[in-house]
């Protein structure tokens, strides 16, 4: 579509959040996409090269759902990984890999950058019962909160002040 010439549309910014080799380092436009055709990093979704589809996430993929780590894992990797390779003071300048290292292919065979996508089992049936019974009573509770008819709150409460009542 003619949009996709100047705007980054939701498709073209899919191609930032890819693993593939064709993606790494594209499409970085927040708005207009033209900055990308210009400096050589415009990448479209579909490509005649590389017919391979599309695998989102970052490398190394994180294998964890904890939200603090997956907001932190940066800085881990900077200050314990990073360090091994470059000079302390240098890390928040330098580039995030070994000298002279290539971005892993995306392959099954990758523990780097596998096409599978991280799916933990839970260790026993045990652990889904209590999944299972602490969301229905998480359930539960939020119902009968929310039919609760004993204290009927105020429509007042939310009106503007100098507003009269019963208006």
């Known amino acids: 579509p003619w949009v996709e010439t100047i705007f980054n549309t939701p498709s073209l910014h899919a191609i930032h959040h890819g693993r593939n080799i064709r993606a790494l380092g594209k499409n970085y436009a927040a708005i207009l996409i033209i900055w990308d055709r210009m400096f050589?990093?415009?990448?479209?979704?579909?490509?005649?090269?590389?017919?391979?589809?599309?695998?989102?996430?970052?490398?190394p993929q994180l294998r964890s759902f904890?939200?603090?780590?997956?907001?932190?894992?940066?800085?881990?990797?900077?200050?314990?990984?990073?360090?091994?390779?470059?000079r302390w003071w240098q890390v928040p300048f330098r580039h995030w890999t070994p000298k002279n290292a290539k971005c892993p292919e995306?392959?099954?065979?990758?523990?780097?950058?596998?096409?599978?996508?991280f799916d933990p089992r839970p260790p026993s049936n045990a652990w889904k019962l209590y999944a299972i019974v602490q969301f229905a009573l998480m359930l539960a509770g939020v119902g009968l909160?929310?039919?609760?008819?004993?204290?009927?709150?105020?429509?007042?409460?939310?009106?503007?002040p100098g507003v009269s009542e019963g208006v």
Do not use: C
């Open 106 to 117: 995306l392959s099954p065979s990758s523990k780097m950058n596998p096409q599978s996508k």
């Open 66 to 86: 904890d939200p603090v780590y997956a907001n932190l894992h940066h800085w881990h990797h900077m200050i314990f990984v990073q360090t091994k390779w470059q």
């Open 40 to 59: 050589g990093t415009f990448e479209p979704y579909s490509s005649p090269d590389d017919p391979t589809p599309l695998y989102f996430g970052i490398i």
């Open 145 to 160: 909160y929310l039919v609760d008819t004993s204290s009927p709150q105020e429509i007042s409460a939310y009106a503007l």
